[in-house]
T-cell receptor
Framework: SQELEQSPQSLIVQEGKNLTINCTSS?????LYWYKQKYGEGLIFLMM?????EEKSHEKITAKLDEKKQQSSLHITASQPSHAGIYLC???????????FGTGTRLLVSP | DADVTQTPRNRITKTGKRIMLECSQT?????MYWYRQDPGLGLQLIYY???????NKGEISDGYSVSRQAQAKFSLSLESAIPNQTALYFC?????????????FGPGTRLTVL
């Protein structure tokens, strides 16, 4: 079965600093989805990557897909307290019928 | 606004009780999912349904059952709750017509089994 490993598991950064979260798959990535979850709340869709080399940005968040490494990275520039939460990656399981999720990265942004 | 709603938002129950969690959506999506989230374990798929007459087991279906009463409604039942079913439960929807697997999540139900 496909597994997604996220690193780091948790991260504390000072406001204004940049950070990167990685999501590595044990199998070929066909589609990769990034979600953000505020503590104890539902998941909010951030971005979807479907092609190797694809890069998307939304406000200060950029995600890239490296199909050779079977990996996606999420980069936040000039972090703010509003970026705090749990970031989860999800990947299409072969057959595109469902998603498998990583264990999440817990981000805290200190003032 | 089109939305995914879950009821109840919080529930405390005792071991052995039957519990039903409900999910409704106004997005017009055909696919619906139930996940549970435990600390440090991400989201695990319990059951999913691609249409009213379609029910599929996920990774951790033991101890759970589901019912797809209508395209907009998908309920999750715990026939005899046990403490290790204490978790945060999420319902999600997606549209097969979208060509991708983007899923829209409800706000979650926090279940505690004593």
């Amino acid at each position: 079965s496909q597994e997604l490993e996220q690193s780091p598991q948790s991260l504390i950064v000072q406001e204004g600093k940049n950070l990167t979260i990685n999501c590595t798959s044990s199998k070929t990535l066909y589609g990769l989805y990034w979600y953000k979850q505020k503590y104890g709340e539902g998941l909010i869709f951030l971005m979807m990557l479907q092609k190797g080399g694809e890069e998307k940005s939304h406000e200060k968040i950029t995600a890239k897909l490296d199909e050779k490494k079977q990996q996606s990275s999420l980069h936040i520039t000039a972090s703010q307290p509003s970026h705090a939460g749990i970031y989860l990656c999800g990947a299409d399981v072969a057959g595109f019928q469902k998603l498998v999720f990583g264990t999440g990265t817990r981000l805290l942004v200190s003032p | 606004d089109a939305d995914v709603t879950q009821t109840p938002r919080n529930r405390i129950t005792k071991t052995g009780k039957r519990i039903m969690l409900e999910c409704s959506q106004t997005k017009g999506h055909d696919r619906m999912y139930w996940y549970r989230q435990d600390p440090g374990l991400g989201l695990q798929l319990i059951y999913y349904s691609f249409d009213v007459k379609d029910i599929n087991k996920g990774e951790i279906s033991d101890g759970y059952s589901v019912s797809r009463q209508a395209q907009a409604k998908f309920s999750l039942s715990l026939e005899s709750a046990i403490p290790n079913q204490t978790a945060l439960y999420f319902c999600a929807t997606s549209a097969s017509s979208s060509g991708n697997n983007e899923q829209f999540f409800g706000p979650g139900t926090r279940l505690t089994v004593l």
